[in-house]
């Protein structure tokens, strides 16, 4: 089983067991498409059936049948959840989950290695890749197309080019 972290239950909401969830997707209408997520218990994986989704404020209202009122909620709150990958669709030419990025190597387009992707997060107005340096603290490089030239999921790595200043952030 292929899981992927797709979102976080954050809050409950009413008192009929609904929970409030922040979509971790870019896209989080992809939840209409899944029939169900999973959250981990100890070392175990709970299934959660998908009942009922509503939009509010940039967040979603998910019902699961498995959770009857708001006592049994707060029993989720803070859990990550997590779905099966071949359930998330195709995405589009050039997007990548952040998954598959975190540990590849980055190098420069005379090949010389910078280092690994330790994390992705989003600023706003793009992505930002956090770089694990050998003895160095890590490099925060903006993805963008002047940057980032090339991702190969398949041979681990990511081209780039080093614009002037670059290095000093």
Same mark, same amino acid.
Not at 1 to 15: A, Q
Not at 43 to 53: K, S, T
Not at 79 to 86: K, L, T
């Given at each position: 089983?292929?899981?992927?972290? %797709?979102?976080?239950?954050?809050? #409950?909401?009413?008192?009929?067991? /609904? %929970?409030? @969830? %922040?979509?971790? #997707?870019?896209?989080?209408?992809?939840?209409?498409?899944?029939?169900? @997520?999973?959250?981990?218990?100890?070392?175990?994986? /709970?299934?959660?059936?998908?009942?009922?989704?509503?939009?509010?404020?940039?967040?979603?209202?998910?019902?699961?049948?498995?959770?009857?009122?708001?006592?049994?909620?707060?029993?989720?709150?803070?859990?990550?959840?997590?779905?099966?990958?071949?359930?998330?669709?195709?995405?589009?030419?050039?997007?990548?989950?952040?998954?598959?990025?975190?540990?590849?190597?980055?190098?420069? /387009?005379?090949?010389?290695?910078?280092?690994?992707?330790?994390?992705?997060?989003? #600023?706003?107005?793009?992505?930002?890749?956090?770089?694990?340096?050998?003895?160095?603290?890590?490099?925060?490089?903006?993805?963008?197309?002047?940057? @980032?030239?090339?991702?190969?999921?398949?041979?681990?790595?990511?081209? %780039?080019?080093?614009?002037?200043?670059?290095?000093?952030?």
């Amino acid at each position: 089983m292929d899981l992927l972290e %797709v979102g976080k239950i954050v809050n #409950t909401h009413g008192l009929r067991g /609904e %929970v409030k @969830v %922040v979509s971790w #997707t870019d896209y989080p209408e992809v939840f209409e498409d899944i029939k169900y @997520v999973y959250i981990k218990n100890k070392n175990d994986y /709970e299934r959660l059936d998908i009942a009922g989704i509503k939009y509010q404020k940039g967040n979603l209202i998910v019902r699961f049948p498995q959770i009857k009122d708001i006592n049994e909620a707060e029993k989720y709150k803070n859990h990550v959840i997590y779905a099966e990958r071949d359930m998330l669709g195709e995405l589009p030419d050039g997007a990548h989950y952040i998954a598959d990025l975190i540990g590849l190597d980055v190098i420069e /387009e005379n090949g010389e290695k910078i280092g690994v992707i330790a994390d992705v997060f989003n #600023t706003g107005s793009n992505d930002i890749y956090d770089i694990k340096r050998e003895g160095r603290k890590n490099l925060l490089l903006p993805v963008i197309d002047e940057v @980032v030239l090339d991702i190969n999921i398949e041979e681990k790595k990511i081209i %780039v080019h080093m614009m002037e200043g670059l290095e000093d952030l």
